[in-house]
């Protein structure tokens, strides 16, 4: 079976919200982890592949050369067309990654204009007269603003992508998209001929992008969050049962690093069910205490039939303090590194089923454990898919959350589930 679509994500959790989307829209779909090399192999059969990167904050350069590697590597597997995935908080900085990559990726293939919008109405994200909303308010107004290595303190996105571009960006607003397919292609059409090579698209509903997907089924490449991503993904013609529900079941953990409300309320809920929750000191372990062997002596005191906790998310002043002390960059490290580590040893003491919350955590984990490449299966909630890996660690099922998605109930509801 010819690959049908190849998507590149600037991190891990977003690389599986995409995925569950492209297999939402009836694609086989794959999630490959890090930057592919020449013999990463592909689940047989699959329709779609996303590349999963930790892209999102690192140098401009190095977002760069990884995104284009695997654009080079998903062109090799047959993807005619390619996906560029970001947040749907849009976040980035200045001076990038979001342009930056887009203009690369643009160039390499050799495409004059491109598509985005990075609209999720079922998570609340939607775009309207080019500004980002989250619910009822403004990104800028919101609790997502606090991002801590991109804070979101402007919700105009013409604006944003054009303090990261050299080229000219331009909106296609709500009541063009409402008008349909051609009069969005006609759109598209007219801003490059007058200049424009990024168009920032309005949507406020799943019906606004499958419009703009199937729109946008002929561009070379394409930009936005998951939702855009499904509405062009139900563009291409159907393929058949996207995939099995694949058994999962054995010990349960959640590894939570992400600092996001919606976090924090999915941890107070699993501790207010009574179900063992354990705190790391991310300070204690910079001060060269064996938080690690602690945690894991805690977990060899539990009950194997009950799912456990291990987490380093606080709230934004207990964050504030800890990096004060040790500087954002080294206290994000930090979580990466304990968390990783800890993974590891979990799978060894015979975890099968493990949650991992927060983008950069996820990377860690999955780096971590040495897991490549996963089938993705169905979500429990909407963007948060099971995913099993096929070669390494056979039978281990992932979930790896975006900090700000899934309900209040997630880690208890996820974990209480097996097939």
């Known amino acids: 079976m010819t690959l049908r679509i190849g998507c590149i994500a600037d991190d891990f959790t977003g690389g599986t919200d995409v995925a569950a989307a492209f297999r939402r829209a009836g694609l086989r779909t794959a999630l490959v982890f890090g930057a592919p090399e020449d013999t990463t192999a592909l689940p047989a059969g699959c329709d779609a592949a996303v590349v999963a990167l930790k892209s999102r904050s690192t140098p401009v350069d190095e977002a760069v050369a990884d995104s284009l590697a695997a654009q080079r590597w998903l062109w090799s597997q047959g993807a005619a067309q390619v996906y560029f995935k970001y947040c749907s908080t849009f976040d980035s900085t200045p001076q990038g990654n979001i342009g930056p990559v887009t203009d690369a990726l643009m160039d390499a293939a050799g495409a004059g204009v491109t598509l985005h919008c990075p609209a999720s109405p079922p998570n609340g994200r939607t775009v309207y ?151 790391l000191d991310v300070l204690a372990a910079a001060t060269g205490r064996d938080v690690i062997g602690e945690a894991l002596a805690w977990y060899d005191e539990q009950d194997p039939d009950l799912p456990v906790l291990i987490y380093a998310s606080a709230s934004s002043d207990e964050l504030a303090a800890v990096q004060a002390h040790l500087g954002v960059a080294e206290a994000a490290a930090r979580v990466e590194e304990l968390l990783g580590t800890l993974a590891a040893h ?51 099922a992932l979930m790896l959350k975006s900090g700000n998605f899934g309900a209040p109930d997630l880690f208890v509801r996820a974990l209480a589930e097996t097939e």
């Open 346 to 396: 979990l799978v060894e003491r015979g975890v099968r089923r493990l949650l991992v919350a927060g983008g950069e955590t996820s990377g860690a984990v999955t780096t971590a454990l040495g897991v490549r490449a996963v089938l993705v299966g169905e979500e429990a909630d909407a963007g948060v898919p099971w995913t099993y890996a096929t070669n390494e660690h056979d039978g281990l």
């Open 129 to 279: 007269q080019g500004h980002l909303f989250v619910h009822d308010q403004l990104l800028s107004d919101s609790p997502l603003r606090h991002h801590p290595l991109n804070p979101m303190t402007d919700s105009a996105l013409v604006r944003l992508l054009s303090a990261q571009t050299r080229h000219h960006v331009a909106l296609l607003d709500w009541s063009t998209v409402r008008r349909g397919i051609a009069a969005v292609r006609d759109a598209v059409v007219a801003h490059q001929q007058s200049g424009v090579r990024h168009v920032i698209a309005d949507a406020l509903t799943d019906e606004d992008l499958a419009v703009l997907g199937a729109a946008a089924l002929e561009l070379p490449l394409v930009a936005g969050a998951a939702g855009l991503a499904e509405g062009l993904g139900h563009a291409y013609p159907a393929a058949g049962p996207a995939a099995e529900t694949l058994p999962r079941d054995g010990r349960a953990a959640v590894l939570a690093g992400s600092c996001s409300a919606r976090t924090l309320e999915q941890i107070a809920q699993f501790y207010a069910a009574g179900l063992p929750s354990l705190h």
